[in-house]
């Protein structure tokens, strides 16, 4: 909606202010409700507005946040491939690794501590040590002090995440053990406030990760039912 979209460039409204109802933007634009409706749902997709139940449309606070779902589309209609996904990580976290070494604040520092001891202590869930090592790779993005940095690696990070489920049962020991020590490098450098080290240790983990994320897509694959043999069980 223009009109919000105005007001918002001329800073005339900020994160946490209220928008006026539905029935006031009407009146002021000059439209129906149903396209101040349509308008500010537009909006909300791109993270510009939130509405709270009962309460009415704000601008939301806090670091700002991108819709996972352009990227995803974009992924299925252009068959985003795991070596793409993954060169677009790297570029993103080793940046985002240094910068944290630089920017990281004490309750930062304390987050991915917290991080670190969740996935040496979910060894025997992998699912639950995914959940930790994306929220990990989310308080480093936070750490790097820039919210443009930090939106954007959200918006892959969720898209990996969704990708990700499907095979994270297959990860072995070693290997969750090793993700784990790596996860552990890159917080105490970052903790040493050493860029240098910081962007090596996440992109020899990303490196890492892709090799041991490519043996489980294989497992995975093996295990599945051929394809004749999913088909007969649908029908029947």
Do not use: W
């Amino acid at each position: 909606m223009s009109f919000v979209r105005n007001l918002i460039e001329r800073k005339q409204l900020r994160p946490g202010d209220r928008l006026p109802a539905e029935r006031n933007l009407a009146t002021q634009i000059g439209v129906s409700r149903p396209s101040v409706r349509m308008g500010l749902h537009a909006l909300a997709a791109m993270g510009c507005v939130q509405s709270r139940h009962g309460s009415g449309t704000y601008i939301p606070e806090g670091p700002p946040a991108l819709g996972t779902e352009p990227l995803s589309l974009l992924a299925a209609l252009h068959d985003f491939t795991h070596q793409q996904m993954y060169d677009a990580r790297r570029i993103l976290e080793v940046g985002a690794a240094g910068l944290a070494a630089e920017c990281a604040t004490p309750d930062q520092l304390v987050q991915l501590a917290d991080e670190v001891a969740g996935l040496f202590a979910s060894m025997d869930d992998p699912q639950r040590f995914l959940v930790h090592d994306i929220d990990f790779h989310r308080t480093v993005a936070a750490a790097s002090g820039n919210p443009i940095i930090a939106a954007v690696i959200e918006m892959v990070s969720a898209l990996y995440y969704e990708q990700r489920r499907a095979t994270a049962g297959q990860a072995s020991d070693r290997d969750l053990r090793d993700a784990a020590q790596s996860h552990r490098e890159i917080y105490l450098a970052i903790r040493a406030h050493d860029v240098e080290a910081a962007r090596r240790a996440m992109n020899e983990h990303l490196l890492r990760a892709r090799a041991y994320q490519a043996q489980e897509r294989a497992k995975s694959a093996r295990a599945a039912p051929p394809r004749s043999a999913r088909s007969r069980r649908r029908v029947g």
